[in-house]
């Protein structure tokens, strides 16, 4: 699986940045929205999509 990021939804707040475990991390901040840059860094802990405020990052 991999995190999908609904940019509509994507309020820039980053905290998908602060919780992410991974070095590197898999998200970045790019023109106030999350990308996930690094998305096959990922490990599938669910961090992101949980504490996500807006609810814009699933896992696929």
Not at 14 to 24: K, L, M, R
Not at 27 to 41: C, R, Y
Request: glycine share 8%.
């Amino acid at each position: 699986m991999q995190p999908k990021i609904n940019r509509d939804v994507c309020d820039g707040e980053g905290t998908c940045v602060d919780v992410c475990p991974t070095d590197p991390n898999v998200f970045e901040m790019q023109d106030g929205k999350a990308v996930a840059v690094h998305a096959e860094a990922c490990i599938e802990c669910g961090v992101c999509e949980a504490e996500c405020p807006t609810g814009a990052i699933t896992l696929e």
